[in-house]
């Protein structure tokens, strides 16, 4: 079913959706049995807005650390009860890739947004994203999303991330320090913040694409004020030996 999202309601005594309405508690217990369904909860965003505001501060949290246990310990070790944008936010990167559209931020074809099953994302992997100085910041990015045989594009592969305490990092001090200007029309797909374009900065590594395994020339990605970074890449076409080992 699809709901119509209420922005006004605030869920006051008055509220029609009072009646019958379940307490936080049992709300709680449902999505816990439902293991935090994503689709669920975005379905129960849209009632209202304080279903949505109970979502993304109890139901999102709890999906992230069920996701990512070990991702979401670190991420929050620094101290701080919360991450940086928010968990609706970082719940969505876990799960979604933005895709491109036509004269959007990577290139000129349209390549829809898609759920995806299942990602692996890796601390190790982030380091080949940051510059030898900003090595101490802690990036997690994912494996890159392959969208195959896309015409005079090639193979390609959408990648994402998050960083650990973004507005202390490195990468942020920077990019402050460059005078890096943020992109004119484009925002974050995750939290709608200002993004940040690392080529035109000058700030990725050549170990970037030796970890996507792509052409050196054709590694972009951005990162938004919040820390969220999402990225593209043209994919090295796989050898002959590898084709085969594939096919066994």
Known sequence: MILAKQYRCIHS?????????????????????????????????????????????????????TRAPKMMLDLQSSGSHSVDGNWRALGKLLIYCAGSKKGGLFTNIHIPGHFVYQTRFSRTSGRSFLLPQCRTDVLYVSDPCEHL?????????????????????????????????????EVCPYCKAKLWNMLQANMIPQSASCRLGSYEDCVEYYVCLN???????????LSDSEEASELV
């Open 13 to 65: 005594a008055s509220c029609q959706c009072t009646k019958g309405h379940l307490t936080e508690d049992v709300i709680f217990l449902v999505f816990y049995h439902l293991n935090w369904n994503p689709k669920l909860i975005a379905a129960l965003s849209c009632a209202c807005k304080w279903f949505d505001d109970f979502a993304k501060r109890v139901l999102w949290k709890e999906f992230c650390r």
């Open 149 to 185: 045989d896309q015409g005079e594009e090639g193979d390609i592969g959408f990648f994402r991330g998050v960083f650990k305490s973004f507005s202390a990092s490195k990468v942020k001090k920077m990019l402050i320090k460059k005078s890096a200007k943020f992109h004119p029309t």
């Open 227 to 237: 820390g969220h970074m999402l990225g593209f890449c043209t994919l090295l076409p």
